[in-house]
């Protein structure tokens, strides 16, 4: 697995740009919520740590991962942001619903990217179990919200 020996927490802020002039939307699904809270936490524990101000931090929440696509979208026609970061979890069952999410989720954030100048980053664990969600999401691998925080910074600065 890519991630084994990877902590998904672990950065160096001499290398990221300031966040305080910055404003960010947070998108986050209602689904698997133990997993996107804590997603959620480590990207809201990244911004703030790395300058962006608590009122500059927007969040809304949608029902699931699918929906993301639409909030982010009323996000970015909505609110002045500098980058909105996508949070969800789709954890793999016994039917194919879980590809049909996933592609659907991955390709609506995708467009969304192409479509507007303003960065989508894609926070949405796709795991096979509840175990490699926890274990992302500020488990063993730190946490893949810290990472989209980071990432949405510096795809912020860059859009600047």
């Known amino acids: 697995m890519a991630t084994e020996n990877k902590n998904l927490s672990a950065y160096d802020k001499t290398t990221i740009p300031n966040a305080k002039d910055l404003r ?3 998108v986050v699904s209602e689904w698997n919520e133990a997993i996107t809270e804590g997603l959620y936490k480590g990207a809201h524990e990244a911004l703030l740590d790395c300058g962006a101000l608590e009122e500059n931090i927007l969040r809304w929440n949608v029902p699931g991962s699918y929906e993301l696509t639409f909030g982010c979208k009323k996000m970015l026609s909505s609110q002045n942001v500098d980058a909105v970061i996508a949070i969800g979890s789709v954890i793999r069952g016994e039917t194919s619903h879980f590809d049909y999410v996933c ?3 991955a390709q609506g954030i995708k467009d969304l990217n192409v479509l507007h100048d303003t960065p989508v980053i894609f926070c949405v664990l796709t795991d096979d179990t509840l175990q490699q969600s926890i274990d ?3 488990g063993k691998h730190g946490n893949k ?5 980071i990432a949405a910074i510096k795809m912020a600065a860059l859009g600047r």
Do not use: D, N, P, V
Request: charged share 15%.
């Open 145 to 149: 919200g810290t990472e989209a925080a």
């Open 103 to 105: 592609s659907a989720t």
């Open 24 to 26: 960010f939307g947070i």
């Open 136 to 138: 992302r999401s500020g």
